[in-house]
């Protein structure tokens, strides 16, 4: 005999409430997954010269290693959304953090080629983090709380990117060993990895049309990558992100370490300033542009204050401290998630999700160009030029630069926030 209609419901009703807090649950494990990944790519900048030791290698060199991070994480970002929607979260967000965690334990091997396989599996696992929360929480939360949560995620990131400084420079400063770290770090994501396998439920994956292969994968990014709009999203994004990328997550420490002889804590402090003012800035910038209906002023606006600050910090024309000027840098710096919203608004609805795969790829190929060209004629000379001032000041014009090619390039995009398409009024 079948169940009444009543039992049935009601027990349907149960499965998918069940179904729903799985989903959170899962998404509450890959924030932590976002968290680490953060911290994983912003530890580096700590330990510079014990990496130097251990690989034995120069400045160059670790930065070559670490560059290798963004050449994987841009690639892979195009395959993570397509992997979520072809096979669901079960099967492809463990794996990243898996990934993430072998990688780790491959960068604890006092080797350069330890380093490089290392480097590569961080950032190809980093890939899943920030995709994999965003697909679990619109799988969990209500249309009404899914900013909210999109927001928290990102919020708890930044967070791992100040930890990843703020924290662990702390810990090396007082003895402990990279490779104790780094083996450490991984042991951690590998355990996470395993309780999101297990915490995170099956879905049902609509099945593909036969025959489809790889030209029904790359459909959406020949949609995507067709639209010029979608490159000058990927600039104005990659020139605002590199500078704290770059500048400060690899190079910050050694810049204000051994340019302006500042103490290694207070040179870890001051660079951990910028990614807590992501923490600000992100979901900030993001309420202003949608309370006032527009995209690029305060595009325009936020890279601006980050010139100011910049300049502020090089040059002090005012008696504020670096670390003000970097935490406010931090905070204007959060405009450079707004042209992920863009790129959504100027593309079809069904190609969204590949959408943020294919802004993904462009900021990190800026960011794996441009850091070897910061780092060739300007990070590898830091502590050793003539005139530290003068060459901490250089590096700043570097990152300045950047920002004015933002704004010049910002003024390109197309307007899409809400305001400047006003609804017509009824008569």
């Known amino acids: 005999m079948s169940a009444p209609p009543l039992l049935s419901a009601v027990s349907t009703k149960q499965q998918s409430e069940t179904q729903t807090r799985a989903f959170i649950i899962a998404w509450a494990f890959t924030v932590i997954f976002y968290f680490l990944e953060y911290a994983v790519r912003s530890s580096p900048s700590v330990m510079i010269p014990e990496m130097e030791a251990s690989f034995g290698t120069t400045a160059l060199g670790i930065s070559a290693i670490l560059g290798l991070y963004y050449y994987t994480y841009s690639t892979m970002s195009l395959i993570a959304g397509t992997a979520l929607d072809r096979l669901g979260a079960k099967h492809t967000v463990p794996i990243g953090v898996a990934v993430l965690g072998a990688g780790c334990l491959f960068f604890s091997a006092p080797a350069v080629v330890?380093?490089?396989?290392?480097?590569?599996?961080?950032?190809a696992g980093s890939a899943f983090a920030f995709t994999?929360?965003?697909?679990?929480?619109?799988?969990?939360?209500?249309?009404?709380?899914?900013?909210?949560?999109?927001?928290?995620?990102?919020?708890?990131?930044?967070?791992?990117?100040?930890?990843?400084?703020?924290?662990?420079?702390?810990?090396?400063?007082?003895?402990?060993?990279i490779h104790v770290f780094w083996v450490g770090i991984g042991a951690i994501i590998l355990?996470?990895?395993?309780?999101?396998?297990?915490a995170t439920p099956k879905e049902h994956v609509a099945p593909h049309a036969p025959g489809g292969g790889l030209a029904s994968l790359l459909t959406p990014y020949k949609i995507v990558f067709s639209n010029p709009q979608s490159y000058l999203c990927g600039a104005v994004a990659g020139l605002l992100f590199v500078p704290t990328t770059i500048g400060d997550m690899v190079w910050g420490v050694a810049a204000f370490q051994k340019d302006l002889q500042l103490t290694y804590h207070d040179a870890v402090v001051t660079a951990s300033m910028v990614p807590l003012g992501w923490v600000v800035g992100c979901p900030l910038l993001g309420w202003l542009s949608d309370r006032i209906g527009r995209r690029k002023p305060v595009i325009v606006g936020s890279a601006a204050i980050?010139?100011?600050?910049?300049?502020?910090?090089?040059?002090?024309?005012?008696?504020?401290?670096?670390?003000?000027?970097m935490f406010l840098f931090g905070v204007a710096s959060g405009a450079a998630m707004i042209p992920y919203s863009i790129i959504k608004e100027v593309n079809p609805d069904n190609v969204k999700g590949s959408a943020t795969g294919g802004i993904n790829f462009l900021v990190f190929g800026i960011t794996a160009f441009l850091g070897p060209v910061f780092a060739n004629h300007i990070g590898k000379t830091f502590g050793t030029a003539a005139d530290l001032n003068?060459?901490?000041?250089?590096?700043?014009?570097?990152w300045i630069g950047c920002c004015a090619l933002a704004i010049l390039v910002s003024f390109f995009l197309r307007e899409t926030g809400h305001g400047a398409h006003p609804q017509p009024t009824s008569k």
Do not use: W
């Open 306 to 325: 980050m010139i100011l600050a910049a300049a502020q910090i090089a040059f002090k024309p005012l008696p504020l401290s670096a670390k003000v000027g």
């Open 390 to 398: 003068q060459h901490f000041q250089t590096g700043a014009i570097f």
């Open 132 to 177: 994999g929360a965003v697909y679990l929480a619109a799988h969990g939360f209500p249309a009404r709380y899914l900013a909210t949560a999109i927001g928290a995620t990102q919020c708890v990131g930044m967070l791992g990117g100040s930890a990843g400084q703020f924290v662990v420079g702390p810990m090396i400063e007082r003895g402990l060993g």
């Open 114 to 123: 330890g380093g490089d396989i290392g480097r590569l599996l961080q950032g």
């Open 191 to 198: 355990v996470n990895a395993v309780v999101l396998y297990l």
